[in-house]
């Protein structure tokens, strides 16, 4: 009985702490933008390119930041479960959960590659 006692009480005491450390919806919005960034950037990358091709996506990733910045925050729907908290897109015909927030973390559980093809088609 005092193994059972013991056990609630340190579930309680996890739950009372992921409550008081549940992420803002603006951490969502940041961690899938640079997630996505950092995709796209990856993509880039592994292009091979001209100094002035290099200079010319290094002047646009400032403004396809931004650009992506303003298509995640009106895309997301962030849903607050009280202990956590979950990020949730329309993409490729159906919800998917695209961002967990526990622990002042955010947690990006998709591939960025697939939301990259969403918004190529999106334009």
Not at 3 to 12: D, E, G, V
């Amino acid at each position: 009985m005092k193994k059972l006692i013991k056990t609630l009480l340190i579930l309680a005491i996890i739950a009372v702490a992921m409550m008081f450390t549940r992420p803002e919806r603006e951490k969502h919005v940041e961690k899938l933008t640079s997630e996505i960034v950092k995709s796209s950037q990856e993509k880039h990358d592994n292009e091979d390119t001209g100094i002035l091709q290099d200079l010319g996506n290094a002047l646009l990733g400032a403004v396809s930041e931004k650009l992506t910045r303003v298509w995640v925050n009106s895309q997301l729907e962030v849903t607050d479960y009280k202990v956590i908290n979950v990020g949730r897109m329309y993409y490729k015909g159906s919800e998917r959960v695209v961002t967990i927030g526990a622990f002042k973390h955010v947690f990006c559980p998709v591939e960025a590659y697939d939301l990259l093809e969403e918004m190529d088609t999106n334009e």
